[in-house]
């Protein structure tokens, strides 16, 4: 996935300096290409936020 659980420690703990960046990327994909591309960018966030969480939940269950 594209967030380690290093990661995912690090924007539970900080999460307004974690998602500034995701603020500009969107930023500059709206004035650059238009809104429809949020939608694209968006689930690929979400899809490995998904994936991480179901690797967590594994490795607890083990």
Known sequence: ???S???LANI????????IPYDRDIEFLVNTRGP????NYN???A?????LSRKII???GS
């Open 12 to 19: 539970l703990k900080y999460p307004v300096a974690s998602f």
């Open 47 to 51: 899809r490995s936020i998904t994936e």
């Open 36 to 39: 429809g591309y949020i939608f």
């Open 1 to 3: 996935p594209a967030i």
């Open 58 to 60: 594994e490795e607890l």
């Open 5 to 7: 659980p290093t990661g």
């Open 43 to 45: 689930l690929r966030i």
